[in-house]
């Protein structure tokens, strides 16, 4: 600033600001050397607060209304830097603005898809996107934390941050609720409750008050909706030969030629033929698969020796064999102990059919 910026301020007792932007957070009112007369008139407005910044160190916080600066009216900048009457002596100080209304209208939205596990649809990627609103809740600490020796803080300069702590805790959030994809829509006021909720503290640790988070909407990939819009389809059409005969009595009402009304025809006797196909379906449930028992295996007697194990077909050979007849002792898996060949009702049933007619 030149010599004319001095000789003004000198004379300048008035300070206050009024917001032109609609997204200052945080202005520092400018002032030759950050001299302020002795006397000067602070005009603090509805949603502001101004904060005193006395060589580093913030000096006091003033909510809304008029105030003289002087010593009875700031004690503690008296304990800070004694004050002398006069234009040769003004005290120095930095004086921030901090807009305190309701920022609005903020987006977030995610910028890599979110994988999480359905039941119904296994593995699927969501994209969300929505709004939030802030507001300075705490303008000491807002200035402490985040905005420093910034003259002139903006929302720009700290969305970036505020979006990846929504985008952050509403992934974890959404993968760990285990709600259904289809239900996802229905949920979105509790989901939004719920994020806000759990960022609430983190904002809070900036000075920041996180007013309200919305969850405008949450979409799944283009093979996914592909998928919810067949099955949309496939209820809305129900019974299959009603709709087929509709289908077929909708495009008959067109004009067409001759070819078209015999192709119709076709597709018609073809629609009826599979509808009564899907009428006819067994209702009766079906009988249970029943796998086949293991193949019995027999042991016949030679001497006493154990000869086996044998099917039946071999069994049956032996018989013709001559090695084995109705007397000969035999056992069986099953049986407590062993038996006469005839005892066996299989393999009586051999001999008997194996006995040669009398002539």
């Given at each position: 600033m030149g010599f004319w910026d001095k000789i003004f301020g000198e004379f300048i007792d008035v300070i206050d600001w009024l917001d032109e932007s609609n997204?200052?957070?945080v202005y520092r009112f400018e002032r030759y050397n950050n001299e302020i007369k002795y006397g000067a008139k602070l005009t603090v407005r509805q949603a502001q607060a101004a904060v005193f910044v006395n060589e580093?160190?913030?000096?006091?916080?003033l909510g809304p209304g008029i105030y003289e600066l002087t010593t009875q009216n700031l004690p503690i900048l008296t304990t800070l830097q004694h004050w002398d009457h006069g234009f040769n002596s003004p005290f120095k100080a930095e004086i921030y603005f901090c807009n305190l209304r309701r920022f609005t209208d903020?987006?977030?939205?995610?910028?890599?898809?979110?994988?999480?596990?359905d039941k119904e649809f296994g593995a699927v990627r969501l994209r969300a996107f929505g709004t939030y609103e802030i507001r300075i809740e705490d303008p000491r600490k807002f200035i402490e934390e985040i905005v420093g020796t910034n003259g002139h803080f903006t929302v720009d300069d700290i969305s970036n941050?505020?979006?990846?702590?929504?985008?952050?805790?509403?992934?974890?959030?959404?993968?760990s609720s285990g709600i259904p994809i289809l239900d996802l829509a229905a949920n979105y006021d509790q989901l939004s409750a719920y994020v806000q909720e759990k960022i609430a503290r983190e904002f809070q640790s900036y000075g920041l008050e996180l007013s309200k988070v919305l969850i405008e909407n949450i979409s799944v990939p283009p093979a996914v909706e592909e998928a919810l819009d067949k099955r949309t389809s496939m209820g809305m059409i129900g019974d299959l030969r009603k709709y087929l005969d509709f289908q077929t009595a909708e495009s008959l009402t067109k004009?067409?030629?001759?070819s078209d009304m015999v192709?119709?025809?076709?597709g018609f006797a073809m629609a009826d033929k599979l509808a009564r196909?899907?009428?006819e379906q067994p209702t009766k449930p079906q009988k249970p698969y029943v796998p086949e028992p293991f193949e019995k295996m027999y042991y016949y007697a030679q001497g006493k020796e154990p000869v086996g194990p044998l099917n039946i077909?071999?069994?049956?050979?032996l018989i013709k064999e001559g090695k084995i007849d109705s007397d000969t002792l035999m056992w069986s898996t099953g049986m407590e102990k062993w038996t006469k060949a005839k005892a066996i009702e299989e393999v009586e049933t051999l001999f008997n059919y194996l006995t040669p007619p009398p002539l």
């Open positions: 997204d200052t957070l580093g160190e913030i000096a006091d916080v903020l987006k977030w939205g995610t910028k890599n898809p979110i994988i999480l596990r941050q505020l979006r990846n702590i929504i985008i952050a805790r509403f992934s974890d959030i959404v993968a004009e067409g030629s001759t192709g119709m025809g076709v196909r899907f009428e077909d071999e069994v049956e050979a």
